[in-house]
């Protein structure tokens, strides 16, 4: 089996609701406060087989990764979604947001694991989940953090419309120059974590990353989705 884990970024906490008469009943629904809009991840790596929307019925906008050997994982009721069938996925990349679409009667995601198109109780972290009622789950989903994330790491293109793009040491205008990058240039994002407040061509963004040798702002760098994508810094 995969090395599932939840499917949101580390280190947040769901609530997540099981009960005989979901629909399929080893599906797990996940609530937290106000948390239309907030980021869906992969659970597991793998490869997109469905981005579809069932209208106001049913599943309404979801998304459907295979991960080999049978396995695949559903993400239902999304408010957006972020990839497209036929395109790998990392554990913990963003693939969508939560939302209240299809048959759903509030906010919040449904996620399913199923073994060759059988749904089964699904594990997080090595661990099965609760059946039935309602748990606290923390997430651990790449959690690594200083480029340690074993491939859930994301590619950037830098776009400054000029200028070459200052790195540094730390996620602070402040800190240390340690090189610059072109306008232009791809850089692989290994984590990301908040820092000083930077206008740039994306708007205005707290969020620094990581690209190997130091940090640069969120703000001038296009991953194609909004937010963070990349593990947490440590």
Partial sequence: MPAFQLPFPCGQVWAGQTRTNHSPQNSVDFNRSDDIGDAVVASAGGKVSRVANEGNTSYGRWIEIDHGNGYRSRYAHLNSQLVSVGQSVSKGQKIGTVGNTG????????????RNGVAIRPVFNGATAYFYGTKNYTSKNSCGGG????????????NTS???????????????AVGSVADGAKVTITCQKQGTSVTGTYGTSTLWDFIGNGYVSDAYVSTGSDGQVAPTCK
């Fill in 103 to 114: 048959g759903s009667t509030g906010p919040h995601l449904h996620y399913e694991v199923r």
């Fill in 162 to 176: 000029g200028a070459d793009l200052t790195v540094r040491a730390d996620a602070s205008t402040s800190s240390a």
């Fill in 147 to 158: 480029g340690g994330g074993g491939g859930t790491s994301v590619v950037g293109t830098v």
